[in-house]
T-cell receptor
Framework: QKEVEQDPGPLSVPEGAIVSLNCTYS??????FMWYRQYSRKGPELLMY??SSGNKEDGRFTAQVDKSSKYISLFIRDSQPSDSATYLC?????????WGAGTKLIIKP | NAGVTQTPKFRILKIGQSMTLQCAQD?????MYWYRQDPGMGLKLIYY???????DKGEVPNGYNVSRSTTEDFPLRLELAAPSQTSVYFC?????????????FGEGSWLTVV
């Protein structure tokens, strides 16, 4: 079993839809949870991070952490074609990040 | 401010050849990293450095070497290239390590070993 599981997709939705991207993990020591966005042929860039459990909102993006279920989510409201990218979750308990495989998201105009 | 710069962008190597991927950052970051990204496998840490003169192995170090003689530069050396090293390589840096500190990535180097 991988330490972090993420559905690779692709996930294809129409413009304007609410998107839910998810990761599950097995290590209960993880405290920091991050979402990175990676456009095609580019390096990942940090989108959001949260510490421990709870929600964090930034514009159209909301990150949720449920430590009791070992489950994190990224919600995108009013999705735009420019949101089409691969979204990677990452988490850490110390200096080292453990990465999900990434979910490819396609927003259809 | 260029951020993290990697060269070359694309390279084809023959089995057994060696090469160096160059990486430089201009953000005065202490931590630097080399990752490889394979389809469906996420990012795997190859080597990292917490400062000039200090390097350590990540998850998948075999077949690679690094050095960190300056804060800015962190080259990755591939010795005796094998087809299993065909991948996309990302150099990255951060001010501090892990724990929610933002990691900044370069644009990647696409390597094919034939």
């Amino acid at each position: 079993q991988k330490e972090v599981e993420q559905d690779p997709g692709p996930l294809s939705v129409p413009e304007g839809a609410i998107v839910s991207l998810n990761c599950t993990y097995s290590n209960s020591a993880f405290q920091y949870f991050m979402w990175y966005r990676q456009y095609s042929r580019k390096g990942p860039e940090l989108l959001m991070y949260t510490y421990s459990s709870g929600n964090k909102e930034d514009g159209r993006f909301t990150a949720q952490v449920d430590k009791s279920s070992k489950y994190i989510s990224l919600f995108i409201r009013d999705s735009q074609p420019s949101d089409s990218a691969t979204y990677l979750c990452a988490m850490s308990a110390n200096y080292q990040l453990i990465w999900g495989a990434g979910t490819k998201l396609i927003i259809k105009p | 401010n260029a951020g993290v710069t990697q060269t070359p962008k694309f390279r084809i190597l023959k089995i057994g050849q060696s090469m160096t991927l160059q990486c430089a950052q201009d953000m005065n970051h202490n931590y630097m990293y080399w990752y490889r990204q394979d389809p469906g496998m996420g990012l795997k840490l190859i080597y990292y450095s917490v400062g000039a003169g200090i390097t350590d192995k990540g998850e998948v170090p075999n077949g690679y070497n690094v050095s960190r003689s300056t804060t800015e530069d962190f080259p990755l050396r591939l010795e005796l290239a094998a087809p299993s090293q065909t991948s996309v390589y990302f150099c990255a840096s951060s001010y501090r390590g892990g724990q929610g500190n933002t990691i900044y990535f370069g644009e990647g180097s696409w390597l094919t070993v034939v």
